[in-house]
Nanobody, 123 residues
Framework: QVQLVESGGGLVQAGGSLRLSCAAS????????MGWFRQAPGKEREFVVV????????LYADSVKGRFTISRDNAKNTVYLQMSSLKPEDTAVYYC????????????????WGQGTEVTVSS
Protein backbone atom coordinates (compact mmCIF):
# COMPACT_ATOMS: atom_id res chain seq x y z
CA GLN A 1 0.00 0.00 0.00
CA VAL A 2 0.96 3.64 -0.32
CA GLN A 3 -0.19 6.72 1.56
CA LEU A 4 -0.27 10.06 -0.23
CA VAL A 5 -0.13 13.60 1.11
CA GLU A 6 -0.48 16.62 -1.16
CA SER A 7 0.80 20.11 -0.44
CA GLY A 8 1.48 23.38 -2.19
CA GLY A 9 -2.01 24.60 -2.95
CA GLY A 10 -3.09 28.17 -2.39
CA LEU A 11 -4.46 31.35 -3.89
CA VAL A 12 -2.81 32.74 -7.01
CA GLN A 13 -3.69 35.33 -9.61
CA ALA A 14 -4.46 34.37 -13.17
CA GLY A 15 -1.26 33.95 -15.11
CA GLY A 16 0.66 32.91 -12.04
CA SER A 17 2.31 29.65 -11.08
CA LEU A 18 2.17 27.07 -8.31
CA ARG A 19 3.96 23.84 -7.65
CA LEU A 20 2.11 21.02 -5.98
CA SER A 21 3.85 18.15 -4.26
CA CYS A 22 2.63 14.71 -3.35
CA ALA A 23 4.68 12.80 -0.83
CA ALA A 24 4.24 9.07 -0.68
CA SER A 25 4.95 6.74 2.19
CA UNK A 26 5.01 3.01 2.05
CA UNK A 27 7.01 0.62 0.01
CA UNK A 28 8.10 0.59 -3.60
CA UNK A 29 7.09 4.08 -4.67
CA UNK A 30 8.91 3.52 -7.93
CA UNK A 31 6.45 0.72 -8.77
CA UNK A 32 3.51 3.13 -8.84
CA UNK A 33 2.25 5.21 -11.68
CA MET A 34 1.26 8.58 -10.26
CA GLY A 35 -1.59 10.75 -11.41
CA TRP A 36 -2.98 14.17 -10.65
CA PHE A 37 -6.71 14.78 -10.79
CA ARG A 38 -8.83 17.77 -9.86
CA GLN A 39 -12.36 18.48 -8.78
CA ALA A 40 -13.96 21.86 -9.16
CA PRO A 41 -16.99 22.82 -7.06
CA GLY A 42 -20.09 21.09 -8.35
CA LYS A 43 -18.19 19.06 -10.91
CA GLU A 44 -16.89 15.53 -11.18
CA ARG A 45 -13.28 14.71 -10.50
CA GLU A 46 -11.30 14.89 -13.72
CA PHE A 47 -7.99 13.66 -15.00
CA VAL A 48 -5.12 16.12 -15.25
CA VAL A 49 -1.94 14.15 -15.90
CA VAL A 50 -0.22 10.86 -15.14
CA UNK A 51 3.42 9.83 -15.07
CA UNK A 52 4.84 6.35 -15.48
CA UNK A 53 6.83 4.52 -12.84
CA UNK A 54 10.19 5.65 -14.21
CA UNK A 55 9.03 9.11 -15.19
CA UNK A 56 9.78 8.42 -18.80
CA UNK A 57 6.21 8.66 -20.02
CA UNK A 58 3.50 11.18 -19.32
CA LEU A 59 -0.06 11.76 -20.45
CA TYR A 60 -1.75 15.15 -20.13
CA ALA A 61 -5.31 16.35 -20.39
CA ASP A 62 -5.70 18.71 -23.33
CA SER A 63 -6.85 21.47 -20.99
CA VAL A 64 -3.47 21.64 -19.24
CA LYS A 65 -1.07 20.59 -21.98
CA GLY A 66 1.72 23.10 -22.37
CA ARG A 67 0.95 24.78 -19.04
CA PHE A 68 1.39 22.00 -16.47
CA THR A 69 4.38 19.72 -16.03
CA ILE A 70 4.49 16.57 -13.96
CA SER A 71 7.70 15.11 -12.61
CA ARG A 72 8.76 12.63 -9.98
CA ASP A 73 11.72 11.98 -7.75
CA ASN A 74 11.74 8.31 -6.83
CA ALA A 75 14.58 8.84 -4.36
CA LYS A 76 12.35 11.27 -2.43
CA ASN A 77 9.09 9.36 -2.96
CA THR A 78 7.55 12.52 -4.32
CA VAL A 79 5.68 13.58 -7.42
CA TYR A 80 5.31 17.20 -8.44
CA LEU A 81 2.92 19.21 -10.53
CA GLN A 82 4.30 22.51 -11.81
CA MET A 83 1.41 24.68 -12.91
CA SER A 84 2.01 27.80 -14.98
CA SER A 85 -0.17 30.30 -16.82
CA LEU A 86 -2.95 29.47 -14.42
CA LYS A 87 -6.51 30.31 -15.34
CA PRO A 88 -9.59 30.78 -13.15
CA GLU A 89 -10.96 27.55 -14.61
CA ASP A 90 -8.02 25.71 -13.01
CA THR A 91 -9.58 26.40 -9.61
CA ALA A 92 -10.20 23.05 -7.94
CA VAL A 93 -9.08 20.65 -5.27
CA TYR A 94 -6.12 18.76 -6.69
CA TYR A 95 -5.59 15.13 -5.77
CA CYS A 96 -2.72 12.82 -6.41
CA UNK A 97 -3.39 9.16 -6.97
CA UNK A 98 -1.38 6.00 -7.40
CA UNK A 99 -1.71 2.62 -9.04
CA UNK A 100 0.70 -0.19 -9.63
CA UNK A 101 2.02 0.22 -13.18
CA UNK A 102 0.09 1.24 -16.22
CA UNK A 103 -1.38 4.68 -16.61
CA UNK A 104 -4.96 5.62 -17.17
CA UNK A 105 -7.23 8.64 -17.26
CA UNK A 106 -10.06 7.10 -15.29
CA UNK A 107 -10.37 7.73 -11.56
CA UNK A 108 -11.63 4.17 -11.22
CA UNK A 109 -8.17 2.82 -12.09
CA UNK A 110 -6.48 4.39 -9.06
CA UNK A 111 -6.93 2.67 -5.70
CA UNK A 112 -4.83 5.10 -3.66
CA TRP A 113 -5.65 8.76 -3.14
CA GLY A 114 -4.44 11.69 -1.14
CA GLN A 115 -6.71 14.09 0.74
CA GLY A 116 -6.31 16.89 -1.80
CA THR A 117 -4.93 20.40 -1.83
CA GLU A 118 -6.98 23.40 -2.86
CA VAL A 119 -5.95 25.71 -5.66
CA THR A 120 -7.78 28.96 -6.25
CA VAL A 121 -6.99 31.14 -9.26
CA SER A 122 -8.39 34.64 -9.11
CA SER A 123 -9.15 36.67 -12.22
Amino acid sequence: QVQLVESGGGLVQAGGSLRLSCAASGRSFSSYSMGWFRQAPGKEREFVVVISTSGGSTLYADSVKGRFTISRDNAKNTVYLQMSSLKPEDTAVYYCAARLRGYYRSTNEYPYWGQGTEVTVSS
